[in-house]
């Protein structure tokens, strides 16, 4: 398998992309790179394709056409063994958290290790632990099962998870859809502290422009079956497409922006007293 790259090295390389339901075409000829420890943000109107490109990476769904590059690997060529090595490195978050109901969040943690690795009950346990306090969680919640949580902790729950096997790339479906300012800022907090721990990359699909603001590197943006425009968040939005102007100029993105540049100036303060 390849040897680990570089921070903005391409880690997953999308050419040509083309997939579709029936007559229905979701992307055509679509082109997409994630380089190696980014947080990039995918947004787009509903039902611009966002689930379905990230299902098409992580190998949910065939595509028609195309080819999906991941640790310079062509998956959509490989073997079912090949597969399962590459599908070792990479972590999935959900929009519900997707737990197991009838299992508690430790045993939800475990359910990856055990499929992939052989290790004794005694690891396993210290290792779901880990993740578990990793992802925000206070260790009692280990216990519990998906249905005594609140939204937040299930998607801290699904997040530690989606870590268990110290995952290279994390895919994350809507991670703050459902949770109040705070819990969804604290969720960003958490993204962007493991990214720069662990070197995490990140693929987040979202609709939350304080999200995009607060934890994005990059931001692609999905519109008529191709990434109409991507890069940091200042040069996307300026981007005379019309979703892109109304998304970010309209009410909601001028007030995120604005939160945004508050935050930015508050955090410049708190850097100006401590020197
Ligand atoms: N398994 C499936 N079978 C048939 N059509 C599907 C399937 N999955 C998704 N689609 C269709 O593909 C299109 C894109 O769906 P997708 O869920 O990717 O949109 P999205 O951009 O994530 O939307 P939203 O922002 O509303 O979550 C939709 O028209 C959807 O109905």
Not at 78 to 102: C, K, P, T, Y
Request: hydrophobic content about 40%; charged content about 25%.
């Amino acid at each position: 398998m390849t040897a680990r790259g570089e921070k903005g090295d391409p880690i997953i390389e999308i050419k040509k992309l083309t997939t579709g339901f029936g007559s229905q075409i979701i992307h055509q000829d679509l082109d997409l790179t994630v380089k190696r420890g980014e947080i990039l943000g995918i947004v787009g109107g509903s039902g611009t394709g966002k689930s379905v490109l990230l299902k098409a990476i992580i190998g949910l769904i065939k595509p028609r056409s195309g080819a999906i590059r991941i640790f310079g690997e062509d998956v959509l060529s490989m073997n079912d063994r090949d597969h399962r090595e590459i599908d070792r490195r990479l972590g999935v978050l959900f929009q519900d958290g997707a737990l197991f109901s009838a299992m508690t969040v430790a045993q939800n943690v475990i359910a990856p290790l055990r499929e992939h690795l052989n290790l004794s009950s005694e690891l396993q346990q210290e290792i779901a632990s880990m993740k578990i306090t990793l992802s925000g969680l206070p260790l009692d919640a280990a216990t519990k099962y998906p249905s005594e949580l609140s939204g937040g902790m299930r998607k801290r729950a699904g997040l530690a998870r989606a870590l268990a096997m110290d995952p290279d790339i994390v895919f994350l479906d809507e991670p703050t859809a459902g949770l109040d300012p705070i819990g969804a800022a604290k969720f960003d907090d958490l993204i962007i502290s493991l990214k720069e721990s662990l070197g995490l990359t990140v693929f987040m699909v979202t609709h939350d422009l304080d999200s995009l603001h607060r934890a994005c590197d990059r931001v692609a943006v999905l519109a008529e079956k191709k990434v109409r425009a991507i890069g940091p968040l200042e040069e996307v939005r300026k981007n005379d497409h019309p979703w892109i102007q109304e998304y970010f100029s309209g009410p909601r993105g001028r007030a995120a922006l604005a939160s945004s540049v508050q935050e930015q100036d508050r955090s410049g303060d708190r850097e100006a007293t401590v020197e």
